[in-house]
T-cell receptor, first 115, second 116 residues
Framework: AQTVTQSQPEMSVQEAETVTLSCTYD???????LFWYKQPPSRQMILVIR??????QNATENRFSVNFQKAAKSFSLKISDSQLGDAAMYFC????????????FGQGTRLTINP | EPEVTQTPSHQVTQMGQEVILRCVPI?????FYWYRQILGQKVEFLVS????????KSEIFDDQFSVERPDGSNFTLKIRSTKLEDSAMYFC??????????????FGPGTRLTVT
């Protein structure tokens, strides 16, 4: 079974600075998808960024980018120019490619932005 | 932009009562999911649904749980006899079939279930 591990329960960063959230996963599959979801205090789950395992190029989405290291099974999220609205829980998630595959989530990292 | 909706936003029920949580997935989506999140913990998969039947279910999804798509738009989760430990946020999600896409799952805002 696939597992996702986020080893940083909490992180904090100064506004306008850059922060990196870590995620590792375990799988025997060669192709899959990885995601970062943001959960603000409202508890809505919001997709931040997605990475296909077969793509070597790291995904980027405005201020958000990932460092995907397939051999190391590592998938970190970098947030540049942090803003107060980035404060939230961030969840890393894994999904296989077949059919109605479920998302497997990590434990989450709570990100605090200091003004 | 289309979105997944869920009702009610908050449900309070007494232990042993039946509850039905409702979801309206995005209209052209074909995969449907329920997840739950106990306060302060990670999001856990409950069940996936495709082509009017369960595709996969977790260990949490025991005989007390059932899902249904009673019409072309609603997707429901029923808990037959609630327990205190069923108190959690329940998320519905839906996903399109998208070749070359990420099969992204779009989440609803959640229903907070409180069992007293």
């Amino acid at each position: 079974a696939q597992t996702v591990t986020q080893s940083q329960p909490e992180m904090s960063v100064q506004e306008a600075e850059t922060v990196t959230l870590s995620c590792t996963y375990d799988t025997s599959e060669s192709d899959y998808y990885l995601f970062w979801y943001k959960q603000p205090p409202s508890r809505q789950m919001i997709l931040v960024i997605r990475q296909e395992a077969y793509k070597q190029q790291n995904a980027t989405e405005n201020r958000f980018s990932v460092n995907f290291q397939k051999a190391a099974k590592s998938f970190s999220l970098k947030i540049s120019d942090s803003q107060l609205g980035d404060a939230a829980m961030y969840f890393c998630a894994y999904r296989g490619i077949q059919g109605a595959q479920k998302l497997v989530f990590g434990q989450g990292t709570r990100l605090t932005i200091n003004p | 932009e289309p979105e997944v909706t869920q009702t009610p936003s908050h449900q309070v029920t007494q232990m042993g009562q039946e509850v039905i949580l409702r979801c309206v997935p995005i209209s052209n989506h074909l995969y449907f999911y329920w997840y739950r999140q106990i306060l302060g913990q990670k999001v856990e998969f409950l069940v996936s649904f495709y082509n009017n039947e369960i595709s996969e279910k977790s260990e949490i999804f025991d005989d007390q749980f059932s899902v249904e798509r009673p019409d072309g738009s609603n997707f429901t989760l029923k808990i037959r006899s609630t327990k205190l430990e069923d108190s959690a946020m329940y998320f519905c999600a839906s996903s399109p079939i998208s070749s070359g896409g990420g099969y992204e799952q779009y989440f609803g805002p959640g229903t907070r279930l409180t069992v007293t």
